[in-house]
């Protein structure tokens, strides 16, 4: 991998094969546990509502960099909000939110260490 990076995926289903480079791991627990930059793309369900919330957060490795291209509801923004406050995280780019888009003067907008795209980066 460039740069000595280490790429770690979580698939839902346990028969699925990695793709070359790629280590598969058990839990999002497993990948939170190291994970300097976290890329969420997965479907929004009853499972994964919320999946990045304050437990997770605070599992997480500190300096965390959050990266959602999927569905805004998958991350508790509160508890994001914080997280950013803290320190814990180091940064969140966002390319969905919820509401989307979120109401003019709503803190994304403007919090230092949040990029916010509007739901464009399929392109």
């Known amino acids: 991998m460039p ?7 979580l698939r839902r289903s346990r028969d ?7 280590e598969l791991v058990h839990s999002f627990d497993e990948l939170l546990a190291d994970a300097d930059h976290l890329v969420i793309a997965a ?4 499972a994964t509502r919320h999946i990045v919330n304050r437990d997770s957060l605070q599992r997480a ?5 959050i990266v ?7 991350v ?13 995280l ?10 989307e888009p979120p109401p003019v003067g709503h803190w994304l907008y403007s919090h230092p260490r949040v990029r916010y795209s509007p ?4 392109s």
Do not use: I
Request: proline share 5%.
């Open 90 to 99: 180091s940064a969140a780019s966002l390319d969905a939110v919820t509401p």
């Open 61 to 65: 490795k500190a300096g965390l960099h």
């Open 16 to 22: 699925a094969s990695a793709p070359a480079g790629v």
């Open 76 to 88: 508790d923004q509160d508890a994001l909000r914080e997280a950013l406050d803290s320190g814990q």
């Open 43 to 46: 479907p929004l369900t009853e």
């Open 68 to 74: 959602n291209v999927a569905r805004g509801e998958l």
């Open 119 to 122: 739901h464009l980066s399929w």
């Open 3 to 9: 740069f000595g990076a280490k790429l770690r995926a």
